[in-house]
Every structure is written in C-alpha cells, then in structure tokens.
C-alpha cells in the first residue's frame, strides 16, 4: 500500500491505495485561512502539520502500514523557516494579493525575466512575496534561512531534510523552466538569496525516510520512503495519467486550473499563462490558472447558509430566462487578466430573482472563467477534445455539464475525481519504491462523461459576451 498526503487549501487530504490505483482508504481534515488585511491569505505551517498527523491516523488505521509516502500540495505558498527550521511567521498563501505593486516593479524593470520563468510576475507567486517581505517586514526577512513550499514542509517534518521537486520549484518566479534549476537572475531581481533554496529531486526520487518522532506521531513505523512528491496541479495530472503531450485535465479545487502536457517548453506569459515544468523528466505543462475555481460554490453557500446540494438541486430546477451574470472574481484573477483587485459581482437582479437562479449564475460565471482559460490556450497551443476532471467541484454534474457546454469539449469523470492529487502523490511514493513505472500511469476508468449539448450552448454564446463585457466595464470603475 502507498500513502499520498495532500496539503490543500480548505483541507489536508489522504489516501492509502495499492498497486493498481484502488482506494483502499482516506481522510480529511479541514483547514482555516487567516485573512488579517484585505487580500492578505495565511496559513499556520504547523496547522497543516497537526492536520497531518489526524488525517493520516485516521486514513491508516486499522491497516498494514505503508510501503512508501508520497506528497502533494498547494503551490506558491512561502514557507519562511530559520536556520532551526522553524517557521519564522505564518505561510503567504498563492490566493495573497499583497504584493501587487511588486509585481508591476517587476514587469516594469525586468520585463524579459517572464519567459525564463514561464509567467509574468503575478501576487500570487512565491518570489513578489519576498520583494513585499524585505519592505514590510525586514526582520522577518533578515531571518530567512530556509524557503520552501507547503508540501515540502510537511516532507521537512516527515524526514527531516529541505527538499523540493520540479513542479513546486517551476511555481515560485525563482526557477529557469527551460534548464530545470533555480534561476540565478530571478533570484537577483527579488533581492533572494542563493543560500534559501533547496536541492531539487525529482517526484519519484526519495527525499528521506520516516524518523522516529514522526513515526510516533502517525502512528507508522520509523524508516517508511519518502518520495518528494509534486504541486499540486502536478499531482492531480500523476493521478489522471497526464504523462504525455497533449494530455489535459480541468481541476475544481479552491482554485482551477485547464492543464495540458508538453515535451517541450514554451513559454506564453502574453496569454496568462503558466508554462512550467512537469515533476517528472522531459515534460512541461501549459496551464490557465484561476484564483477562483469552485470556490465561488461555498462561498454562496455559505452567504446564505443552505448546503451546496440544496442550492445545487435549486439551481438545476430554476427558470433559465431571467437568471443573473456573475463574475466570480472573489480574490481577483490570474488568467486572463493577471488582476488581483477586481472582484466579484452579481449583475441583472429583480426582485424576481430566486435563489436557485443566483446559483445557476455562480455556477455558470466558473463555467465562463474557464471558457476564458480555453482561449488563452488555444492562443499557444491546440486544445485536446476531451478532459479529465478532478478536485471537490467534479462532485457536481450541473457544473461539469455547464463546463461542456460552454467550452465546447467532453469532460470526462472518474470514481475517485475528488481526490486527485492525493492519489497522484500516492502514485508517486509507488513508483518512488520501484513498484510502478511511467508507462502504468493510465486515464482512470471513466464513470462519467460530460458532452456539450448544442442547445445549451448556443444559450451560453450571448451570456458569455455579456460576462466577457463585464470584466473591462467594472475595472474602468475607481476603487472605493
């Protein structure tokens, strides 16, 4: 059996399955985000640590322990440890608008810097952070003697030492996409020392073994491999199959993300896009990344305090004519616009608006937000015709089938959908041990499939210009 640990944002996820991809077992544990300015977003690194260890008991228990761990987690996040390892203040999360101006400083003076990083400078990256960081808080920043990803916290604490994989290290604005190493000119452009950053293995490759105090607190035996595991988007395509050019997934996570494989790089910063490095050798990724995903879901579930399955269900039942745009921008967005100050609205309300048809709109804005994601890809790259799709909003059928509609290709869902980077973190410690190799990375069984439906999607076509007008005629207005 193989263990793959998940540090996501709203959870900490884990699953045991064995050789041939089955859960066996998994857990979750829920996260909270500390908000102490507007557009800030932080999280305690040992809060994940505790969550760890209660997910990780609760997923292994009453099973054979592990033959290997592996590590998935969200990316951009900045760890900052001294040089005894512990966190110097709570991590800056990849949803922290704080380090706009930092980002405009950047593109301004080093605009060439984007396509060796394979991004322009966005708030939510690793890098900005630390420009914000030196300014805002030097001591802090003096501190520093470690930097590393979430996920490669948690490996910290599983085994002791400062690891990072391909994929987390191509998500911090610090990394030469092309030669796969940390980027000695980027690191110069963020005032970031060479001394922070640490080695660089490969997914699959072993970053150290279990130690007795972790062991103690999961409640595992001492000595378990450790494989490095991925980013999360990185994982989640592991877990799909994504191992090939032209594979490609949607993710509905907290955030979202259109992924597809590549054997080459090649950046397009001009379109919003990521184009980073795959975990494992040879393969890059072109991804759309949203800052909103199918957050917006709980969000307005939570406004009006009816479950996600009652409003669902309200939604698939409520009167097309008359249902509102939205925009669901509620911490800014990356792709299309790179604008972390634009935010969410309703627009076309009545007082005959129903509740069910405001979820409808939210449901539909997700769907409009990655019809924007396609364009910017299609702009670089052709578009596969069929997608997987993974992350806790792949539970909904009216939001997959709204996505069909509106992108115009099939959406495919598995079993497992749900938890994808889990799996795919699990899949890594496998073949971290020798137990599976690249060429049994296959598409899951599919359980679901989602095609457009051409009457919905000629209903979508004037909707989405409208949604699409919004965006420009809200940013024209001055910032109250």
């Known amino acids: 059996m193989y263990l793959g640990i998940d540090i996501g944002t709203s959870a900490v996820k884990t699953v045991l399955i064995d050789v041939t991809g ?22 305690a690194p040992d809060d994940w640590w505790q969550a760890v260890v209660k997910a990780v008991r609760s997923a292994c228990a009453d099973q054979p322990p592990p033959s290997a761990i592996g590590l998935s987690g969200q990316m951009h ?76 916290y948690i490996g910290l604490r599983l085994h002791g030492a400062c690891i ?21 000119a980027l690191q110069a452009a963020t005032a970031s020392d060479p001394g922070w950053f640490p080695p660089i293995l490969g997914g ?26 991925a980013g999360d988007a990185v994982a989640g395509a592991i877990a799909l199959g994504a191992v090939r050019d032209g594979d490609g997934f949607v993710s509905l996570g907290t955030s979202g993300q259109l992924f597809v ?15 980073f490095a795959h975990t494992l050798p040879g393969l890059w990724y072109q991804m759309a990344a949203m800052l909103n995903g199918a957050r917006p879901m709980q969000w307005f579930a939570d406004m009006t305090g009816a479950p996600i399955e009652t409003l669902l ?62 364009a910017a890809l299609e702009a670089a790259r ?49 073949m971290c041990i020798g137990d599976l190799s690249v060429s049994d990375l296959h598409q899951p069984e599919t359980r679901q499939e989602f095609r457009p439906d051409p009457e919905a999607s000629a209903r979508h076509e004037s909707r989405l210009r409208r949604y699409r007008a919004l965006y420009p005629a809200l940013q024209s207005l001055p910032d109250t």
């Not at 089955?22 to 909270?32: C, E, I, R, Y």
């Not at 391909?166 to 000695?184: G, I, L, M, V």
């Not at 669901?328 to 129903?354: C, M, Q, V, W």
């Open 261 to 275: 494989v590549t054997d080459r790089y090649a950046a397009a910063p001009d379109q919003g896009l990521h184009s």
């Open 204 to 229: 699959t490759e072993q970053a150290g073994q279990l130690s007795q105090s972790a062991a103690e607190q999961l409640g595992l035996p001492r000595g378990i491999p450790v494989a490095t595991g």
């Open 22 to 43: 089955t859960v066996l077992s998994d857990a979750s544990v829920g996260l909270s985000i500390q908000h102490p300015h507007a557009g800030w977003a932080e999280q």
């Open 382 to 430: 052709p578009m596969p015709c069929t997608l997987q799709a993974i992350g806790g909003g792949a539970r909904s059928a009216l939001l997959l089938q709204t996505m069909a509609d509106v992108m115009g290709v099939t959406l495919n869902r598995s079993e497992d959908a749900a938890i994808g980077p889990a799996i795919g973190a699990a899949k890594l410690a496998a």
């Open 77 to 152: 996040g900045a760890v900052l440890l001294d040089k005894t390892h512990r966190a110097i203040r709570p991590a800056i999360l990849w949803n922290d608008s704080r380090a706009e101006a930092d980002c405009k400083s950047l593109s301004n003076t080093h605009p060439h810097l984007a396509q060796l990083a394979g991004v322009r400078a966005m708030p939510g990256l690793t890098a900005p952070k630390l420009l914000w960081l030196s300014r805002e808080e030097p001591n802090n920043f003096k501190a520093i003697s470690h930097l590393l990803s979430p996920k490669d």
């Open 164 to 184: 990072t994989d391909p994929s987390d290290a191509a998500a911090t604005w610090w990394f030469d996409q092309a030669q796969r190493d940390w980027a000695p």
């Open 313 to 374: 269900a309200e939604a698939q039942d409520a009167p097309l004519p008359g249902t509102p745009i939205c925009l669901p921008y509620l911490t800014g967005e990356r792709t299309p616009h790179g604008d972390s100050k634009i935010r969410g609205a309703f627009i076309g309300l009545s007082n005959d608006t129903t509740r069910g048809q405001m979820m409808r709109a939210v449901i539909e804005a997700i769907a409009y937000s990655f019809a924007d994601a396609r």
